[in-house]
């Protein structure tokens, strides 16, 4: 069958070895070997960012980068908690929907989905309540921003407020800096930029985050205290998704193989540089500067009077599957993302086809 090339924000295109990594021997969840599968990603997630597992820990969850976040917001946060939530896009509204549906105490920052985090409102929120803990996107998929999470690591450090981070769109690529920015904890998942199958996801979680009485589980199935517990003692508390499991090792091996973290993002870096360019040549306006964007993916604006439904079937025709804006700027916008098994070549020859339509 043709490959379609996957230029959507996950999941993404696999490669032949973590493909054929599906098609491993069945396998009870219950078994040595199992848990033998099970240490080795939680080892591997935290060598991408050079963890120690003394401080650190990944736990690991059946589901996708959702369920990663849902148990981390609803972990963490102690019963007398309250949450600071950060919104420049859905992802933002999609922690205070979380937030609403459990009933926790908190209260959201607000931005128009065009703009930076403003660490200047931040700053003065923080100053006037008594937060427990911040909620924040690193890359926001909605408009390929990548978040300040620097700047934004210093106020929660000043005020002593622990960092909850949605790393789903970052994890693998962009940088992280867990000791420096004091991270709680992040959500992430397999099938983005560590080209994994999807229905594999985890939490990076400091140990001493957990480590707390006041903090009850809210739910039964993502609560992280019970996981971890059960994974260093060589267990896990339900049945995993072992197949997704052995894909997301053997990504981890390639991830490791083809030079880790910086390399995964100078890879991305490049890519995105032919689409930004090559877009750019055929007067396809980029919706954000280069360097307010991930390396993972950026928006563009939608080619005068071309709506998005005839773009995405015309590229789709030439084996290309793009993805639509989200929200209120559906009807503007279009974007791009670069991770996956996909080559330079599959790239320009992208250009080649947005010449023809266009
Ligand atoms: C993809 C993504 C998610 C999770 O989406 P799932 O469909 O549950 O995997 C969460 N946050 C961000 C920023 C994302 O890009």
Known sequence: MKK??????????????????LLKPDLCHREPEFIELQNSIRGKLLEVYDLDPGEYAAV???????????????????????????ENGV??????????????????????????IDTGALQKTLSKNDFSHIAVIHHETTTGR???????????????????????????????KFREWRIAACAATANKCLHGVPGASFVIVKRSALDNKKIKSRNLYLDLANYLQQQDANGTPFTQSVQCFYALDEALNEFFDTGGRQAR??????RMHIVRHGLKDAGIRPLLEETECSCVLNAFHLPENTPYEYLHDELKKAGFVIYAGQGELAKKLFRISCMGDITEEELERLISVFDAIK
């Open 4 to 21: 379609e090339v996957l230029l959507n924000p996950g999941p993404v295109n696999l490669s032949e070895h973590v493909r054929k990594a």
């Open 60 to 86: 690991l969850l059946t589901g996708s980068g959702t369920a990663a976040l849902e148990a981390m917001l609803t972990s963490l946060l102690p019963a007398d908690g309250k949450l600071l939530i950060i």
């Open 91 to 116: 992802y933002g509204e999609r922690i205070t929907r979380v937030a609403e549906i459990y009933r926790m105490a908190h209260q959201t920052i607000r931005h128009d989905w065009l703009q930076g």
């Open 146 to 176: 990548l978040n300040n999470l620097s700047d934004i690591a210093t106020v929660c450090a000043d005020t002593g407020v622990e960092l909850l981070v949605d790393g789903v769109s970052s994890f693998g690529a962009e940088e992280l």
């Open 265 to 270: 993002q100078e890879l991305y870096q490049k």
